[in-house]
Nanobody, 126 residues
Framework: HVQLVESGGGSVQAGGSLRLSCTYS????????MSWFRQAPGKAREGVAA????????YYTDSVKGRFTISQDNVKNTVYLQMNGLKPEDTAMYYC???????????????????WGQGTQVSVSS
């Protein structure tokens, strides 16, 4: 069965950096959307960054453009989220997700994703 295993969360001060990793197993990694979502307490889960594993195209929500970078190692079936210039408002549980849909317009729609990781906490202090 498909598993997504995340790592790399932690606590940093504002302006710091973290790199999250998500390794996909149990099925073909190819031709999927691999994405990062986050959820802060009391808020809805929101899409942060997405990547199509075959095309290599990337997508970002406006609030992280220029600060976060999504990338992949398709030998290791792993997607990364490099987060620089972290702000207190980036504090959240971060989730990796995999989806088999094809519409780019859906990349940040939570209910389009088939598989989810367990989440990793990112805390940014001011």
């Amino acid at each position: 069965h498909v598993q997504l295993v995340e790592s790399g969360g932690g606590s940093v001060q504002a302006g710091g950096s973290l790199r999250l990793s998500c390794t996909y197993s149990g099925d073909s990694y190819s031709n999927k959307f691999m994405s990062w979502f986050r959820q802060a307490p009391g808020k809805a889960r929101e899409g942060v960054a997405a990547m199509h594993t075959r095309a290599g195209t990337t997508y970002y929500t406006d609030s992280v453009k220029g600060r976060f970078t999504i990338s992949q190692d398709n030998v290791k079936n792993t997607v990364y989220l490099q987060m620089n210039g972290l702000k207190p408002e980036d504090t959240a549980m971060y989730y990796c997700a995999a989806g088999t849909f094809t519409a780019v317009a859906w990349v940040f729609e939570v209910n389009r994703y088939n598989y989810w990781g367990q989440g990793t906490q990112v805390s940014v202090s001011s």
